[in-house]
């Protein structure tokens, strides 16, 4: 299937299996946010996109149940998205443009995307793999998640590993694993296998992974505005 087919059929309300192609929603504040899959993240490096069966998914929904169906929270949507204006767009392409996220293919991009820390990912690879659950790595996400709820969100933490803290860090799996975490959105949930887990270890659709770019340079790329409405 192309891109431009799975979007006529978008459009039209039509389910169809659907192979071949992988897509991501942005989201628009301005205009310039229509340019880079990142949409309004600018500092965005890397992201996340949805493989052929997830985007399946998607055929047959309206712009609201789309965004609830990937995982948007309703009240976030409807109280404050939705009320400044935020606009959305499916942006579909070839799934030869992205790779399953396994911890090569995603160190690969993550070294693409931070040449500053190439060598780390050839470093703490295995150790990675080797992790099933790294809850050790994880204990430097804790503090920062329970700061969210009680700090304002641009206070500085130097337990944040930004790239700027990382390189000052001691460079350890931990602290990298942190890194990848905090600034690479490869959560606690990532597992590096190519495919997405809930918090309860139940796995689910594979997982594609690209670094950030514009979106008119991504070869046979197709996109549709999303009219969201709250019901």
């Known amino acids: 299937m192309t891109p431009e087919q799975f979007v006529d059929l978008f459009k039209q309300g039509q389910k169809a299996p659907v192979d071949g192609i992988c897509s991501r929603i942005i989201r628009i504040k301005e205009p310039s946010h229509r340019e880079r899959l990142s949409g309004d993240d600018p500092s965005r490096r890397i992201v996340f996109v949805t493989d052929a069966a997830g985007s399946a998914d998607l055929l047959g929904k309206n712009g609201w149940e789309c965004l609830m169906h990937i995982g948007y929270p309703d009240d976030w949507v409807r109280n404050d998205l939705l009320p400044s204006g935020t606009e959305f767009e499916l942006i579909v392409f070839p799934e030869t443009s992205a790779s399953q996220a396994t911890w090569d293919n995603f160190l690969k991009v993550v070294a693409t995307a931070y040449p500053d820390v190439a060598e780390d990912?050839?470093?703490?690879?295995?150790?990675?793999?080797?992790?099933?659950?790294?809850?050790?790595?994880?204990?430097?996400?804790?503090?920062?998640?329970?700061?969210?709820?009680?700090?304002?969100?641009?206070?500085?933490?130097?337990?944040?590993?930004?790239?700027?803290?990382?390189?000052?860090?001691?460079?350890?799996?931990?602290?990298?694993?942190?890194?990848?975490?905090?600034?690479?959105?490869?959560?606690?949930?990532?597992?590096?296998?190519?495919?997405?887990?809930?918090?309860?270890?139940?796995?689910?659709?594979?997982?594609?992974?690209?670094?950030?770019?514009?979106?008119?340079?991504i070869a046979g790329v197709a996109r549709v505005d999303l009219t969201v409405v709250a019901p």
Not at 132 to 154: G, V
Request: hydrophobic share 35%; net charge positive; proline share 6%.
């Open 121 to 217: 990912c050839r470093k703490h690879v295995q150790d990675l793999k080797d992790w099933k659950w790294p809850w050790y790595a994880m204990k430097l996400l804790w503090p920062i998640e329970a700061q969210k709820k009680t700090t304002p969100w641009n206070t500085p933490n130097e337990k944040f590993m930004s790239l700027e803290n990382y390189l000052k860090s001691p460079r350890d799996t931990a602290h990298f694993r942190a890194f990848l975490a905090h600034s690479c959105y490869a959560n606690k949930l990532f597992h590096g296998d190519g495919y997405t887990y809930d918090d309860k270890g139940n796995r689910g659709l594979a997982e594609f992974v690209m670094p950030d770019m514009k979106i008119a340079d």
